[in-house]
């Protein structure tokens, strides 16, 4: 299993799990299909949306390893 990290892409991160968007979308994210989000980076999304990227990184990856 491949481990999300905040240099990672939204688009690239919403492609490993669909899941994963309730997450994005439960810190505020609510552009995810917007083009230009799909190149931004959790850790730059986290700086614009005013939240903590540590957290949401440890989020995304407890959903995934629940998720197996």
């Not at 968007?21 to 190149?39: D, E, F, R, T, Y």
């Amino acid at each position: 299993m491949k481990e999300i990290t905040k240099d990672m892409y939204i688009g690239e991160v919403l492609q490993m799990d669909r899941g994963l968007a309730a997450i994005l979308m439960n810190a505020g994210m609510h552009c995810l299909g917007c083009p230009s989000s799909q190149m931004e980076s959790i850790e730059e999304a986290a700086m614009v949306h005013g939240f903590n990227s540590d957290d949401l990184v440890k989020q995304l990856n407890d959903y995934l390893k629940s998720a197996k």
